[in-house]
């Protein structure tokens, strides 16, 4: 089911034998847009601490995501390594963390990350249910060594939301929302809203439509023109996504990308 991101915030996260605490942010990756951890605060059984919880723990999702129930105890989540949640999270500190909790490497050693964002799988759990494959082969060992001071692409969506979108032609709105998949964790659109430029609605951009994501500059650049984007369907937020909108969007943007071939 597609979800707006902005529920997630807040939502209890609940591990084996207790509560663990409330999402307080989200890390997406920026170069297969996918979610990898939530940040989570603790409450006073850990000192408020800070903490990362991958969506290959994920059990149960309840309705409206009010709670995530985890495959963990709170002992592991008590144990696990420490993180900054305010500094950049390295691929040096993600490979301590799988192989903390034995989890599969999502990029690497299981055949590259692939188009799913999770190996060659589409659901973490997917990735979890396989031998556990971080050093098979001579040639993944190599594989994984070379990504381990690789940028991991990680960004969080309190960061992002309110980034400027840059068309081809000029400004045209901000990010306001990530539509993200609950079972493959695949953010499968970015919210727009077009306001800032004079009449505006919210619309739904598919990552594929991004050319860049600047960092100093706060801004994302799209691969369509302020009209494409201004005349994409309108995106209800009080309504769910249905298959019958998403049917819409993928004709209206198939239609774009034949257009962008000349």
Known sequence: MLREMKQLHGSTIHALDGEIGSVDEILFDDAHW?????????GSWLSERKVLISPM???KVEQGWHTIHVNLTREQIKNSPDVDTDMPVSRQW?????????????????GGMGMSGWGTYWYPGMLLAQPLGNAQTP????????QTHNDAHLRSTK????????????HIGHVSDFIVDDETWKICYVAVDT????????????????????WPDNRVTLNLTR??????????VHDPISRTF????????????????G
Do not use: C
Not at 34 to 41: A, E, F, G, Q, S
Not at 139 to 146: G, K, L, N, S, V
Not at 246 to 261: I, P, T
């Open 34 to 42: 996918t979610v990898r951890y939530l940040i989570v605060k603790t």
């Open 57 to 59: 723990s994920f059990g």
């Open 94 to 110: 993600e490979t301590n963390y799988f192989d903390y909790y034995v989890y599969p490497y999502y990029w690497g050693g299981m």
């Open 139 to 146: 040639e993944q060992i190599a594989e994984h060594q070379a």
């Open 159 to 170: 960061e992002v939301t309110g980034y400027g979108i840059s068309a081809t032609d000029g």
């Open 195 to 214: 306001r800032d430029w004079w009449p505006g609605k919210k619309v739904l951009i598919p990552p594929d439509w991004i050319v860049e994501v600047n």
């Open 227 to 236: 009209d494409q984007i201004q005349n994409a369907p309108e995106w209800n």
């Open 246 to 261: 998403e049917n819409a969007l993928d004709a209206y943007y198939a239609g774009k990308r034949y257009l962008s071939r």
